[in-house]
């Protein structure tokens, strides 16, 4: 009897001891961020397409170049701002899309080609403020899986 007291104490104390503490906010877009130890959760709004820009910031860390369908090539270690439109897509020749669904930007990335960046990142990327997404290519599995 005195065992599973024991074991029911050290149980609930490891329980107490291992649960971290979360952060959560809503970030400029509407969506909910859950950030729990080094675990960040995204809960996203719902996302009405209006005809609206932004601006979206691309690096291109690869060594070959990268061609964004009907916009502009960017070659290897080059960076572009540029003004993206909720109601367009954008289509990249080594296979990943950018777009915007029902919950706001999305993207396709089968490969992990693409890795969304923020926080820390915008500044090593000096990606300035007034920009609203920012996106590194990356060779195949090294970013943001599905």
């Not at 490891?14 to 995204?42: V, W």
């Not at 009405?48 to 291109?60: A, D, M």
């Not at 960017?74 to 296979?95: A, R, V, Y």
């Amino acid at each position: 009897m005195k065992l599973k007291r024991i074991v029911l104490i050290a149980g609930i104390l490891s329980f107490l001891f291992a649960c971290k503490k979360e952060k959560r906010y809503i970030d400029k877009h509407g969506n909910e961020i859950i950030e729990k130890g080094d675990k960040t959760y995204i809960i996203p709004s719902k996302y009405e397409k209006k005809g609206t820009t932004y601006k979206i910031f691309l690096l291109n860390e690869t060594e070959k170049s990268v061609n964004i369908k009907n916009k502009f090539t960017l070659k290897p270690n080059e960076e572009k701002t540029f003004k993206f439109i909720d109601t367009d897509s954008i289509l990249f020749d080594i296979g990943p899309k950018i777009y915007f669904g029902d919950n706001g930007l999305e993207t396709e990335d089968k490969k992990g080609e693409l890795a969304g960046i923020g926080g820390e990142y915008w500044g090593k990327y000096k990606v300035s403020d007034d920009v609203e997404y920012g996106f590194v290519i990356v060779r195949p599995g090294e970013g943001d899986i599905e």
